[in-house]
């Protein structure tokens, strides 16, 4: 981290900002409005209301900082200063748009390519997800960790409902217990906390989808990678992530070995 800046005061602040974001998504409800970015991306009202109300706090709280959102044309500031905020407005729209409690508000500060504070908040269950690069992580001011289960036969994948039939196209995962929810950020963040004990997708993702759940996950005592075993890169041109594993190290080590092995032609 960078010397000479008051992290205290900016977690203080960006805490304060999200619970009020988390309010906004409860209250547009009662006025909900959803169009497509493209066939199968929604973007409601809320999702819009909260990266403006959230990105006006944050470049007043820290005006040298760059930005990047799911909801923001990218300015490329990301790209011209070290340290840049990273949204996503409301992951897991679906879930938003559909009643289900399983919508975050995820945002990660993140040094040049390294997440260094994330916060993720879920406004229906109220869980307030903070993590801090080297301090730990925690849920409503406890300290979380990891489950150290180490058998795959006896883990439960938290995986989204879409990608069911691909989970399914595995022989040897059918017999894993499973739950199905939409934020990949709220995923992580219960396999952070130990309340499941892999999340999992085979999709793309994209850096806000991920950012601060990987620092919550990681400083929780667990990793993420992609379901190959690479490691995620943040910040790049594309700022595009092939898919994702976050878990123990020992359950995802040995996921990939047998995801690696199905794919190897036979």
Request: glycine share 4%; charged share 30%.
């Amino acid at each position: 981290m960078e010397k000479n800046i008051n992290y205290q005061e900016i977690e203080t602040q960006c805490k304060s900002a999200i619970i009020k974001a988390g309010k906004i998504s409860k209250e547009l409800k009662k006025n909900l409005k959803v169009h497509y970015k493209s066939e199968n991306q929604p973007v409601t009202n809320a999702d819009l209301e909260i990266n403006n109300f959230l990105k006006n706090i944050l470049t007043k709280i820290c005006p040298n900082y760059g930005w990047l959102s799911e909801e923001s044309v990218d300015d490329e500031s990301r790209l011209k200063k070290n340290i840049f905020w990273c949204l996503d407005p409301i992951d897991g729209t679906r879930s938003y748009i559909y009643n289900k409690p399983e919508y975050t508000i995820s945002l990660a500060l993140i040094n040049k390519k390294t997440p260094i504070l994330g916060f993720i908040y879920n406004p229906c269950t109220e869980e307030f997800f903070f993590s801090k690069k080297n301090y730990g992580s925690f849920c409503n001011g406890e300290r979380i960790f990891v489950n150290k289960k180490r058998k795959i036969n006896e883990c439960t994948v938290a995986i989204s409902s879409s990608e069911k039939k691909k989970w399914d196209s595995f022989d040897f995962l059918k017999k894993i217990k499973i739950i199905k929810m939409g934020s990949i950020a709220y995923k992580i963040a219960l396999v952070a906390k130990g309340n499941c004990d892999v999340a999992l997708s085979f999709t793309k993702k994209n850096d806000w989808d991920l950012a601060a759940a990987d620092l919550l996950v990681s400083e929780a005592g667990g990793e993420i990678k992609t379901i190959m075993g690479e490691k995620i890169n943040y910040n790049t041109d594309k700022l595009r992530i092939d898919s994702v594993m976050a878990g123990n190290l020992e359950l995802t080590s040995d996921l990939i070995k047998v995801l690696k092995k199905s794919n190897e032609p036979k």
